[in-house]
């Protein structure tokens, strides 16, 4: 254990595909749609105040697995899980290590909570963990060890498996949920009034929940996040981006969460928070 404080736990928006490696329009400001976002990653490093010995990165871009599964390579691969992109947006290279004594104990943490989890020892970094971290830790230095969702994507099961691996937050690892806050594919790039009102509704509840007091108020309030009347027309066609919050949560402990970014694409808003 660590003679420095614990970790925070962090819920990043990791944005649209390749998007830093992109040329998007300018608004007449002379800002692109996903220069905020940029920011913030390239800031986060700095928020957080010193390095870990480890991330642990929980990505809504996997999450077909039946329990949760620890990467384990020593020297993860590139996994390009995006399309029809530009070529030279498949020749992006992270070379960050892994870290299998790290996934050993988070397994180790997993089984003391009655969680059944798996390894791999093949899969590469998808592009929820290398977009935002090739801003976070551009020079690759900080190892990396991914973690899947489950696929029952559910609420309760994530705030289980956050809860069992909350100590590694004392052990000098960060623990980081890639995803998003507003995920609605087919409308993401429309501007629709209505829809924008509903998002914005959304944003808003949520980052009340995150920000309750009382940690077993923040898991009430998640677990029941689809009984919003706004939160499903903010993930189409299914929720995996938002589920490492419920990860991130469960990870809290105590701690309280705050939003300490947001922002929005087309009037509809997403978040990043911090627990601790």
Not at 48 to 57: C, D, F, M, Q, S
Not at 105 to 132: C, T
Not at 133 to 162: R, W
Not at 164 to 179: K, T
């Amino acid at each position: 254990m660590s003679d420095r404080s614990r970790f925070p736990v962090i819920f990043i928006p990791h944005g649209g595909g390749p998007w830093p490696f992109m040329d998007f329009p300018k608004s007449a400001e002379g800002k692109g749609p996903w220069d905020d976002l940029g920011a913030f990653l390239k800031g986060l490093d700095g928020e957080i105040g010193r390095r870990p010995k480890a991330v642990l990165v929980i990505s809504g871009h996997w999450e077909k697995e039946p329990v949760p599964t620890l990467s384990t390579a020593a020297q993860p691969g590139m996994l390009y899980d995006y399309y029809n992109f530009p070529p030279h947006t498949y020749e992006l290279s992270y070379p960050a290590k892994g870290d299998p004594t790290i996934a050993a104990r988070a397994r180790a943490l997993l089984a003391e909570a009655g969680i059944e989890s798996g390894q791999d020892a093949a899969r590469g970094f998808d592009h929820g963990v290398f977009i935002p971290f090739m801003l976070i830790y551009p020079d690759a230095d900080v190892p990396i060890v991914m973690m899947s969702l489950k696929n029952t994507l559910d609420a309760e099961s994530h705030l289980a498996i956050g809860r069992a691996l909350e100590p590694l937050r004392d052990e000098d690892v960060l623990i980081v949920a890639s995803g998003m806050t507003y995920h609605n594919m087919p409308m993401f790039r429309k501007a629709d009034a209505g829809h924008v009102a509903e998002a914005v509704r959304f944003d808003d509840w949520l980052g009340d929940a995150v920000e309750a007091p009382d940690a077993d108020e923040r898991a009430a309030l998640l677990s029941s996040w689809d009984s919003n009347p706004d939160a499903l027309a903010c993930h189409v066609p299914d929720h995996d981006h938002l589920v490492p919050l419920f990860v991130a949560a469960g990870a809290a402990g105590a701690d309280q969460g705050r939003r300490i970014f947001t922002t929005d694409y087309l009037g509809k808003p997403y978040s990043g928070y911090r627990f601790g």
